[in-house]
């Protein structure tokens, strides 16, 4: 089931470096080198001042939640089989017009089941956490802050059926 969910691009020109460090539990994102601003999600030109010029920043991976949603049928097969889960729009604690979406991950188990939307509010703070989905994608997810949270650590909640990961 699992390794039916549409996994996105991961090298294209415009975010292959975007994927790669998600691969070293980094969340980065874009910063133009012509004003200094910054963009996510990827893509090849500042909608500021149109420079093509950038470079890639590091985020703390600290953030608060700006909105969440509790996923409901009918979803893809792949989704619906890890019903109930939470996912979240984070604001990034260095900007917050700068959001990432991903699912709550249980800080004890690392699995998207087991969130309980009781326990989320708009505005609280998360850390980011990767699920390693596949061997050469790591999707952003988020964890709540407070006990046995573990920042940064690659999920293995979808290891591969083999049991490798790299
Ligand atoms: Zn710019």
Redesign the pocket.
């Known amino acids: 089931m699992i390794q039916n969910i549409p996994l996105p691009a991961t090298h294209e020109p415009a975010d292959a470096a975007f994927w790669q460090a998600t691969l070293r539990a980094e969340l980065v994102v874009q910063q ?1 080198t ?4 910054h963009r996510f999600p990827p893509r090849p030109m ?1 909608p ?4 093509t010029a950038l470079q890639w920043r590091t985020m703390s991976g600290r953030g608060t939640i700006w909105s969440f949603a509790v996923p409901r049928p009918p979803l893809l097969p792949a989704f619906e089989a890890l019903l109930p889960y939470v996912t979240a729009v984070v604001e990034l604690e260095e900007d917050p017009l700068l959001r990432v979406t991903g699912a709550l991950l249980d800080p004890h188990t690392g699995s998207m089941q087991g969130v309980s939307a009781e326990s989320v509010a708009i505005g609280a703070p998360v850390q980011i956490a990767f699920w390693r989905c596949a061997e050469d994608v790591a999707l952003p997810c988020w964890q709540l802050v407070g006990a046995g949270s573990k920042a940064g650590v690659l999920s293995g909640i979808a290891a591969s059926p083999s049991g490798e990961n790299a």
């Open positions: 133009c012509g004003c200094g601003h500042c500021v001042c149109q420079s």
